[in-house]
C-alpha cells in the first residue's frame, strides 16, 4: 500500500481541485444575467473557420511577422555568406547580395505576394530600431578589435598612407557632387551638407573586412601587412571623427550652425579618455587572473556603451560613433577584450548584423537605375572611388619608397569598403542627404569595391610573381629530406603528433624537416590579438620540440576554408607524411552545419550525391568524421590520423596485419626501429604473411639488422593486458574501418593507434 501512496494523493488532488473548479465555473454562469455581455467570437462561425482566423491574426501579429522575418533573414544572408566564401570572398559580401536579393530588386520584384507579406511597410520601423542595436554592438566590437598600441608604435609611414588615402577619394568626391548635384541631391538639401556625404562616403575603408583578408592571405606577420593593419585603423578613427563633424554640419545647416555639437563632441572624447578609461582599466585589473568576467561588471560595460551612444545621439554625431569610442576606449588587455567580445559577438552578427544587410537591401531600389544615363552616372561613382583611394593609397606608398607591388597591394586592401560603407549610406539615406537613385548607386558602389578586393590582390600577385620567394627557394633546398607535415588543433594534439614525428626520425639529423601547422577559422581572429593567439597556440609544440630537441618550422593561416586550405598545403608542400588528429565529431561538415552551426550529417551534399552514385549509403557510420575523410581522399601523400590515448613514445608497437595491402605499414615500423629502437610486434592477423616467402623475408632481414625488435605472432586472440601494454598500434585506414565495422572487442583496450592510409 505504501508504494501507491503517492499515486492516490496525486489522483484525489487532481480531482478535488477539478471538481471545484468545475463548480465555480457553473456558479460563475449565473452571474451573467442582466449584464451587457459581448457575443462570442464563435458565434455563426465553425471551429475550422475560428482557428484559421485566429491562426492568421497570430500570424500577423507584429512579433510573430518579425521573428519570421529573422529566420528568413539569417538563414538566405548565411546561404549567400557560404556561397561568396566557397568563390573566395568575404562573407560579408554574400550578406550584402542577400539583402538586395531580400529588397525589391528580386524578391519584391518576382515574387511582391511573398514580400509584401514578409516585409509590410509598417513592419520596417521594427526591423530598423532592432538593426541599429546590431550596429551599435557591431561598432562596439570594431572598436574593441583597434589596437591603438600598434598606431602608437608603427604610426609614421601608416599614418601618411592611412591620411593620404581618405584626403584623396574625399577631394574627388566633393569634385564629384559638383556633377551630380543638381540631378540627385533632394530638394532643400545644401550642397556643403550633400558634398561632405559624398566625400566621406568615398574615403571609408572597411577595418573588419581589410583585417580578416590580412589574416586569410597570411600577410599579418609581413611588413605590409603591418602597415595596412595600422593604415586600416588610423583610417578607421579618423574617418569616424569626420563623419560626426559631417553629421553635426548636416543636421545643423552650416558649419557655423555645427560649432557648438563639434565642441561638445570634442569634449565627449576628452571625458572618454580621461575619465572614463581609466575608471575601465581599473575595472579590468581586478579582474587579472581569473579567467571570466563576472555579471556586475558586464552591466558596468554595457552601462558604458549604451550611455555613450546615447550621449553621441543626443549631441547630435550619431550612437553609432559612441558604440565605436566605447569599444576604442575599453581595457588594452587582450584577454579581456577576448573575454567580452565572445559575450557580444555571437549574437550581434550572426543574430542582428544580417537584419541590417535586408533592412538596407529593402531600401536599396535597383530597379529604379532604368535609364542607361543612370548606369552611366553610377559606373563614374564606382571609378572615382577606386581612383581615390585605390590609387591614391598606391601612389601615396611608392612615394614612400614603398615597392610597387606592396604599394598596389595597400591600394587594392585600402579600396575594400564592405559593411562600414553601407553603415555610412544608411545614415545619409536616414538624414535625407541622399534619394533612393543615388543610395542605389553608392550601395553598388560598396559591392564592387569590395567584391574586387581578392581578384585585385590575386592580379597583382600574378603580375609580379617574378623569381620564386625565399620560402620556395627553402622548399627546393628541402626536397631531399624526408618531410613531415602536422596539423593540430589544440596544444594538446600538437604536443603528441610531435612525439611521433620525433620517433620517426629521430636519427635522421639533417635529413628531415618537421612542420607544425596551425589552420584557424578566420572569424574566430582578431586584428589585435592575431600575434599572441598564435604565440599560445604554439607554445606547448615549441617548449617539447626543445625538450626533444628537434628543429621545427612552425606554420600559423587563417582561413575559411580550413579543409581545402590543409589539403593545397599538403599537396603542393612535397611532404612525405602528413599527421593529424581523430577529434572533430562524426556529424561534423554538413551544408546546414556550414551555414548555421548545426551539424547533420543527413543532409551533407558530399554524402548525398555518393549514395545516388550507388558509393555509400547515407546513414552508414563512418569510422572518420568528415574533415578526415576529406583529407584522406583528396591528398596525395600517407596521412596518419592519430587517436591520442596520452601518447608520449613509440616504444612498444603494435602491428596488426589483416591483409597483404597492410604490409606498407612495415616500412612505418622500420623506420621506428632505426630512429627509436622501438620494439615492434607484428600480429599475422589473417595468417597472410605465413603463407607469403617474400614478406617473411624481409621480416627477416629487419631483424637481422635490428636484432630482438621485431616480433611475428600468429596467436588468434589478443589479451586485453597485451594491448594495453603497448604504446602505440599501427593499422591501415581499411583494417580500422573493418575494425568499426565489425565492433571489434579490441576498440576498448587499444593503445594510442595511428591509423595510416596509403595513396
Known sequence: MKKYRNIIFYVLTIAFFSCLMYWFFIEGKTLEVGENIAPSKATGATMWENFTDSFLTNLHHPLALLLAQIV?????????GWICVKLKQPSVIGEMIAGIVLGPSLVGLYFPEFSAFMFPKESLPNLQFLSQIGLILFMYIVGMELDLSVLRKKAHDAVVISHASIIFPFALGIGLSYFIYKEFAPEGIQFSSFALFIAIAMSITAFPVLARIVQERNLHKTKIGTIVITCAAADDITAWCILAAVIAIVKAGSFSGSVFVILMAVLYVFLMIKLVKPFLTRIAESQKGKGFINKALVAVFFLVLIISSYATEVI?????????????????NVKF???????????????????????????????????????????????????????????????????WKDSLTIGAL???????????????????????????????????????????????????????SMLEEDQDVNDEKYKVLLSFETPNAGRALLKFADNLTNKMNGNKSITAMNIAPVDELHAYDIENYEKELFEDVIETSNELKLEVTTLFKASTDIENDLINITNKGNYDLLLVMLGKSIYEGSLLGKLLGFTTKIIN?????????????????????????????????????????????????????????????????????????????????????????????????????????????????????????????????????????SKSLWLSDIPSTLIISNP
Open 72 to 80: 528568413t533573414i539569417i538563414m538566405v544572408a548565411k546561404l549567400f
Open 605 to 741: 551534399p558530399e554524402k548525398l550525391l555518393n549514395t545516388v552514385k550507388g558509393k555509400s549509403y547515407i546513414f552508414n557510420a563512418s569510422p572518420f568524421d568528415d574533415f578526415t575523410l576529406s583529407i584522406l581522399d583528396k591528398t596525395n601523400i600517407p596521412v596518419g590520423v592519430m587517436v591520442n590515448k596520452k601518447f608520449e613514445s613509440a616504444d612498444k608497437i603494435f602491428i596488426p596485419i589483416f591483409e597483404l595491402n597492410d604490409f606498407f605499414l612495415v616500412e612505418y615500423a622500420k623506420r621506428l626501429i632505426n630512429n627509436n629502437d622501438s620494439q615492434v610486434i607484428i600480429l599475422d592477423a589473417a595468417g597472410q604473411i605465413r603463407k607469403n616467402t617474400e614478406i617473411r623475408e624481409l621480416i627477416r632481414n629487419i631483424e637481422h639488422i635490428a636484432p630482438n625488435h621485431i616480433t611475428l605472432y600468429n596467436e588468434k586472440t589478443i589479451e586485453k593486458d597485451f594491448l594495453q601494454s603497448q604504446d602505440l598500434m599501427l593499422i591501415s585506414s581499411k583494417s580500422w574501418r573493418n575494425l568499426i565495422d
Open 316 to 332: 547630435g554625431i550619431h550612437a553609432l560613433f559612441g558604440a565605436f569610442m566605447a569599444g576604442a576606449i575599453m581595457p588594452e
Open 337 to 403: 577584450r577576448n573575454l567580452f567580445i565572445e559575450k557580444v559577438e555571437d549574437v550581434a552578427l550572426v543574430l542582428l548584423l544580417p537584419l541590417f544587410f535586408v533592412f538596407t537591401g529593402l531600401r536599396t531600389q535597383i530597379g529604379l537605375l532604368n535609364d542607361p544615363h543612370l548606369w552611366k552616372i553610377g559606373g563614374l561613382i564606382i571609378l572615382t572611388a577606386v581612383i581615390g583611394k585605390f590609387i591614391g593609397s598606391a601612389l601615396t606608398a611608392k612615394f614612400l619608397r614603398i615597392s
Open 414 to 468: 585600402m579600396n575594400t569598403r564592405g559593411l562600414t560603407e553601407l553603415i555610412v549610406l544608411n545614415i545619409g539615406y536616414d538624414l535625407g542627404v541622399m534619394g533612393p537613385e543615388l543610395f542605389a548607386m553608392m550601395v553598388i558602389m560598396a559591392l564592387f569595391t569590395t567584391f574586387m578586393t581578392g581578384p585585385s590582390l590575386d592580379l597583382i600577385n600574378y603580375l609580379f610573381k617574378g623569381k620564386k
